[in-house]
Nanobody, 124 residues
Framework: QVRLAESGGGLVQAGGSLRLSCAAS????????MGWFRQAPGKEREFVAA????????AYADSVKGRFTISRDNAKNTVYLQMNSLKPEDTAVYYC?????????????????WGQGTQVTVSS
């Protein structure tokens, strides 16, 4: 089993940056593909970014491409989401998720483990 804990959320002005972190428990973190998702009030959870177990492959939602960067440090059991040029429409609770033994995966229903989420609020 993998436990995930997100951190790094907060309030930022439009155009600003935040870096989210997701720390994972367990010794097999490097065998899991990881994803970031977000959910705004009244909306469904949506895919943001994903990274393969090795870090060699990544995928992004069109809405964040060129602004967000996903990365991972398997030695630290941590995945990151660097968010630049933030917009008010990026406001949401951001979740990290894990799926064992997979390349990049985008549908949220495919993931096995989820964190509790961290709030990101972008003011205009």
């Amino acid at each position: 089993q993998v436990r995930l804990a997100e951190s790094g959320g907060g309030l930022v002005q439009a155009g600003g940056s935040l870096r989210l972190s997701c720390a994972a428990s367990g010794r097999t973190f490097s065998t899991y593909a990881m994803g970031w998702f977000r959910q705004a009030p009244g909306k469904e959870r949506e895919f943001v970014a994903a990274i393969s177990w090795s870090g060699g492959s990544t995928a992004y939602a069109d809405s964040v491409k060129g602004r967000f960067t996903i990365s991972r440090d398997n030695a630290k059991n941590t995945v990151y989401l660097q968010m630049n040029s933030l917009k008010p429409e990026d406001t949401a609770v951001y979740y990290c998720a894990a799926i064992k033994g997979a390349p990049v995966i985008t549908p949220p229903w495919e993931y096995d483990y989820w964190g509790q989420g961290t709030q990101v609020t972008v003011s205009s």
